[in-house]
């Protein structure tokens, strides 16, 4: 028997429609968890990435170990880092996470001490002429300048953890790399696409929104570009 012309599930065609309506319970539920999953990593990775660079700023001999360290994480291949880490999370949302955190560390320490060795000497001497003590001088001062460098860091860190999310499928928690995993497995051609194209729409929504968020957050530097 033929499929009906109307089936594109049962055509097994790429574009249809008919999966996301026949499915949908199950394509939001992988989406939810891959934002919970890029979310919940990229904030534990800008919570231990800020006092990383700090402390690689206020100490120079920390600077080497800690950019090193974190560089030599980032080239450690995703499935590798996914076993070595199992033995200690086991199959389990936590691996995953740990994973895309130990990622990120790279961008987001780099760009923050970057930013941070950016603030001219000069506006720190003012400030503390002006009776900024450190914590205000680092919170007044220096953070919000070094801003426009750790946002760069933070947005490619995101971007890359809505895709590294994805590997997460190996272990069952891989948000919509579960669909296009089991996808391919079956040749799902419609789970394959759809899940896909919604893993890009994400990536490309959270830079964008990054991208506002610092044009909010940053607005001398608006003012510049346009003078």
Sequence with gaps: MTAPPDDCL??????????????????????????????LAVLIG????????????????AAGPVLGLTTILYTIPSLAMFSLLLPVYG??????????????????????????????????????????GPLRLLLAVELPLALPAAMAGLRIATVSAVSLVT???????????????????????AQVLTASVLCVVIAVAADLLLLGAQRLLTPWTRRASES
């Design 10 to 39: 049962a055509r097994n065609e790429w574009i249809c429609g008919a999966y996301l309506s026949s499915r949908r319970e199950i394509f939001w539920d992988a989406a939810l968890q891959h934002l919970q999953l890029t979310a």
């Design 46 to 61: 800008l919570a231990l990435a800020v006092p990383l660079a700090l402390a690689a700023r206020r100490r120079r001999w």
């Design 91 to 132: 199959l389990s949302a936590a691996l995953v996470v740990t994973g895309l955190v130990l990622y990120s560390l790279t961008l987001l320490v780099r760009n923050i001490l970057a930013g941070l060795r950016a603030v001219p000497e000069e506006t720190r001497q003012a400030a503390r002429g002006m009776g900024y």
């Design 167 to 189: 590997v997460g499928a190996i272990v069952g928690y891989g948000g919509l790399g579960n669909l296009i995993y089991s996808g391919m497995n079956t040749y799902f051609k």
